[in-house]
C-alpha cells in the first residue's frame, strides 16, 4: 500500500470563490496568458455535445489515443456530467499518447481498500492500467490529490492508481482547469513526482529495486535522475539537480513556471499547462518508453515567475 500523496492542488485555493468570483488564495493557481497553449484551451472548452451524451450513464472512460498504452478510468462517488466525463477522457488520451510502452498484463487478486479505503476488491486479470477517480468533499483547499497503487515486479511501474477530484466546486470549474487538474494527476498516479524514493518503489511481491530518484542538499530537495536532468539542461536549466518543491514531488514553482508538473508558485487557473520534455524524461526514467514529439514548447527563462 501506499500513502497518498496531494498533488495538483498541494497549493492552497478558496474553491467556491476563485473560479467564480476570480480570486486567488496566495500560493494557488493564478491566471496567465500563454498564447501558444490556445489551440489546446479551446479544445478543452469544446465538449462534443453527443460524446457527452454517450458518457452521461456510464462508469468507465477510456483514452481514445492510437497509443499502446491505454488508460481506464473507473469512476465512483459524485456522479460527473457527461461533459465532465468528455474531459476526463481528454485528459486521459493526453496522457496515453505521451506513452508508448505497453502495459504487462497481470493477475489481481487484493481485498477491498488495498490502495485506499473505500475502493472496492480487485480480482480480475489486469490487461490495461486503470484509474480509481473517485469524486468527493475535500474540503475548501485542494482540487484533488492521487497516487500509484501496487507496481509490477521487475519493472517497478504501477499496476493502477488511484485520484480523489473534490466535489465541492467542481462544477465551478472552467473546462481547461479540469483538464489541466487531471492531466498533473494522472501523471502522479503514473509514478510522476510519487515513485521517486527508496521507499515508494514496492512492487506487488514486497521487494524494492532500492533506487532513489531525488537527494537532499541542505534543506533543498533535487531531482537527479539522468534524463529528466539531461532535458533540464538543454531548456536552460543550469546545476546538477532540478529544484523541487518542499514536497518533493513537484517541480519548483518558482522555477518552473506554469508547468504542468511544477509546485505552488508555478501554477494558473483557467489554462492547460505545457507538458515539457522535463515531464516526459522524468517517465522515461521511471522506465517507460514515450513519445518525446508530444512534448510542448517549453523552456525554462532563469527569472522569476510572473505575478499578478
Same mark, same amino acid.
Request: aromatic content about 8%; charged content about 25%.
Given at each position: 500500500m501506499h500513502r497518498r500523496r496531494t498533488a495538483s492542488m498541494t497549493t492552497t485555493l478558496l474553491m467556491l470563490c476563485s473560479v467564480a468570483c476570480g480570486l486567488s488564495a496566495p500560493g494557488a493557481r493564478m491566471p496567465d496568458k500563454v498564447p501558444e497553449l490556445g489551440a &489546446?484551451? %479551446?479544445?478543452?472548452?469544446?465538449?462534443?455535445?453527443?460524446?457527452?451524451?454517450?458518457?452521461a450513464g456510464s462508469q468507465t472512460v477510456l483514452s481514445s489515443a492510437s497509443s499502446p498504452f491505454v488508460i481506464e478510468l473507473r469512476l465512483r462517488g459524485k456522479p460527473l456530467s457527461g461533459a465532465q466525463k468528455v474531459i476526463l477522457q481528454q485528459a486521459a488520451t493526453r496522457v496515453s499518447n505521451l506513452l508508448t510502452s505497453k502495459f504487462q498484463p497481470v493477475a489481481l487478486d487484493l481485498p477491498g481498500g488495498a490502495c485506499d479505503k473505500g475502493l472496492p476488491a480487485i480480482r480480475?486479470?489486469?490487461?490495461? *492500467?486503470?484509474? *480509481?477517480?473517485?469524486?468527493?468533499?475535500?474540503?475548501?483547499?485542494?482540487?484533488?490529490?492521487?497516487?500509484?497503487?501496487?507496481?509490477?515486479?521487475q519493472t517497478y511501474l504501477p499496476i493502477y492508481g488511484a485520484i480523489d477530484l473534490n466535489s465541492r466546486g =467542481?462544477?465551478?470549474?472552467?473546462?481547461p482547469e479540469l483538464l489541466d487538474t487531471m492531466i498533473h494527476e494522472l501523471l502522479h498516479a503514473l509514478g510522476v513526482g510519487t515513485l521517486w524514493t527508496q521507499g515508494e518503489r514496492v512492487s506487488l511481491s514486497g521487494e524494492s529495486d532500492g533506487r532513489t530518484l531525488v537527494r537532499k542538499v541542505g534543506k533543498q530537495w533535487f531531482y537527479t535522475a539522468p534524463r529528466a536532468l539531461a532535458a533540464y539542461t538543454a531548456l536552460g536549466g543550469q546545476g546538477s539537480?532540478?529544484?523541487?518543491?518542499?514536497?518533493?514531488?513537484?517541480? %519548483?514553482?518558482?522555477?518552473?513556471?506554469?508547468?504542468? =508538473?511544477?509546485?505552488? %508558485?508555478?501554477?494558473v487557473t483557467d489554462r492547460v499547462n505545457p507538458i515539457s520534455?522535463?515531464?516526459? %524524461?522524468?517517465?522515461?526514467? =521511471?522506465?517507460?518508453?514515450?513519445?518525446?514529439? &508530444?512534448?510542448? &514548447?517549453?523552456?525554462?527563462?532563469?527569472?522569476?515567475c510572473p505575478s499578478y
Open positions: &489546446r484551451n %479551446a479544445q478543452a472548452r469544446s465538449v462534443d455535445p453527443a460524446l457527452a451524451r454517450s458518457l480480475e486479470q489486469v490487461e490495461r *492500467f486503470f484509474v *480509481f477517480v473517485v469524486v468527493k468533499d475535500l474540503g475548501d483547499e485542494v482540487y484533488g490529490d492521487s497516487t500509484p497503487c501496487d507496481l509490477h515486479d =467542481l462544477d465551478l470549474q472552467a473546462a539537480g532540478i529544484a523541487l518543491d518542499p514536497d518533493q514531488g513537484h517541480w %519548483a514553482g518558482a522555477l518552473f513556471c506554469s508547468e504542468i =508538473l511544477s509546485g505552488a %508558485a508555478g501554477d520534455l522535463i515531464t516526459l %524524461a522524468a517517465l522515461q526514467d =521511471l522506465g517507460y518508453a514515450v513519445n518525446l514529439s &508530444r512534448a510542448d &514548447r517549453y523552456r525554462i527563462s532563469g527569472k522569476a
